[in-house]
């Protein structure tokens, strides 16, 4: 396919083209989109980014209306008012990003014990000084809502400064039902106040709280009981999108999280899994079984599950900050998740205790230079297989009826955005086709 053609032929009447609500022109467009040829896996006509040149987007009622040539509305730009129209300069617009696996909402912070570790503390050490997830449970049970809502906003706003416009946010620092309640109301409330797309992910069988702890025999299975009948409790409140949960050795065991997808089934709720971090234990196979939206992690993924979560359509969403935060050596096996043609995602995994990351352009760059993905394949994470891993058909590529929700940026070249570390070049972001400040 030859770029130069590569527009949508969608020809609109006159009425049709003077009566956008918005125009972005000039603009150099990363679609991620397949009808502008983006296809990952290169196949013989596809187009990196799905990318156009000096193209124009008209937005209606906050869609994605009609994309075109530049040429094509020019002899139309009479008719619209100066504010109507962005003039974008040969600058590029990607999709908004999305983070789709955090956990931004905590109390409190593990500096102190990253100091500790450094001069010389063993996990163990810290560990049996109250440190560790229970140090976080603690202060996020000891946090007023209030002050929960303002320690996680201002990791809310670093991410929307770098050009995020939806973000999903678990649970799972409460491990009690007051507490797993409090987290998502305050997920809520943060898409509330800066009016970009939350996802929240009730993730109760993230540990197991230090009341199920026990020096004869820990009470997992007692505490899975209780995950499950909060479950419908928290969906009943509007405050649940998917159900999650931490497969692993040191957390909970495969068909302990069956009990609580099964919950998540009856409620039609989607499902993902925090799956082979650490260890295979058959995450990645459950989550496939249950036709989940992401398995993520995946360092030690055998190439088995691999083919489940083709044949069932999970994303695999991979997580370089905690690999580069634990210094973990083993890679997620990219090569054998291409050649199955998993899509894969990125996300911060940002949380306090092994990824403490509010930068999603870093993350690209930490997946490009730890796990040899290429810029093509760390943005399609950050933005069209990041909105399927949340099940948001309409957001995360840019072709006509998407929401609009994109990201202006000042650079040369999409893979500018993965190459540089620390400079931000966002421009502006728009959600649902309205201009936001990022500062
Ligand atoms: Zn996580």
């Known amino acids: 396919m030859n770029e130069s053609e590569n527009f949508n032929e969608q020809t609109l009447d006159e009425s049709t083209m003077t009566a956008f609500d918005h125009l972005i022109i000039n603009a150099n467009i990363a679609t991620f989109s397949a009808h502008y040829g983006f296809n990952i896996y290169e196949d013989a006509d596809s187009i990196p980014y799905g990318q156009l040149h000096n193209a124009a987007i008209g937005i209606k009622n906050g869609k994605i209306a009609w994309i075109g040539a530049h040429e094509q509305i020019t002899t139309h730009l009479p008719h619209y008012q100066e504010n ?16 789709c696996h955090t956990h931004i909402v905590y109390g ?11 001069q010389g503390a063993s996990y163990q050490d810290i560990a049996a000084q109250g440190g560790g997830i229970v140090a976080t449970v603690s202060a996020t049970r000891a946090a007023s809502i209030e002050s929960l809502f303002t320690q996680s906003e201002k990791r809310l706003i670093a991410l929307i400064k770098e050009g995020v416009t939806s973000i999903e946010i678990k649970s799972g620092y409460g491990l009690d039902l007051d507490t797993e309640r409090k987290m998502l109301t305050v997920a809520r409330q943060l898409g509330e106040k800066h009016g970009i797309h939350v996802s929240t992910t009730y993730l109760a069988a993230h540990a197991l709280p230090p009341e199920y702890k026990s020096h004869m025999q820990d009470r997992a299975d007692d505490y899975i009981e209780q995950v499950c009948e909060w479950l419908p409790i928290l969906h009943s409140e509007g405050l649940v999108d998917a159900v999650d949960g931490f497969c692993e050795k040191i957390a909970f065991s495969s068909d302990q999280i069956r009990r609580v997808f099964e919950v998540a089934r009856s409620l039609d709720l989607p499902v993902k899994l925090h799956s082979e971090q650490l260890s295979d234990i058959g995450g990645s196979a ?3 079984e ?3 939206l992401s ?4 360092e030690h993924l055998s190439e ?13 969403v991979i997580l ?17 998740l291409r050649k199955h043609r998993v899509p894969m995602a990125i996300s911060t995994d940002c949380n306090p205790g092994t990824s403490p990351l509010t930068s999603l352009l870093l993350t690209m760059n930490m997946g490009c230079t730890l796990f040899y993905l290429t810029p093509e394949e760390v943005l399609a994470g950050s933005t069209v297989y990041a909105a399927q891993a949340l099940g948001l058909a309409s957001k995360g590529k840019i072709e006509v009826g998407c929401d609009a929700d994109l990201a202006l940026w000042d650079i040369a070249r999409p893979a500018d955005l993965a190459y540089q570390m620390g400079l ?4 502006g972001i728009m959600v649902r086709g309205q201009w936001r400040e990022t500062a």
């Open 304 to 316: 088995t599950d691999i083919a489940k979560m083709a044949a069932s359509n999970t994303i695999a």
């Open 290 to 292: 249950y036709k989940g």
């Open 424 to 427: 931000n070049p966002i421009q």
């Open 320 to 336: 370089p900050g905690a690999f580069y935060t634990l210094r973990e050596t083993k890679l997620p096996p990219i090569e054998a």
């Open 84 to 99: 109507q129209v962005t003039d974008v300069d040969g600058k590029w617009i990607t999709p908004g990003l999305i983070d």
């Open 295 to 298: 398995s993520d992690h995946l």
């Open 108 to 118: 409190g912070n593990r500096s102190n014990e990253f100091e500790a570790r450094l």
């Open 286 to 288: 459950l989550v496939a």
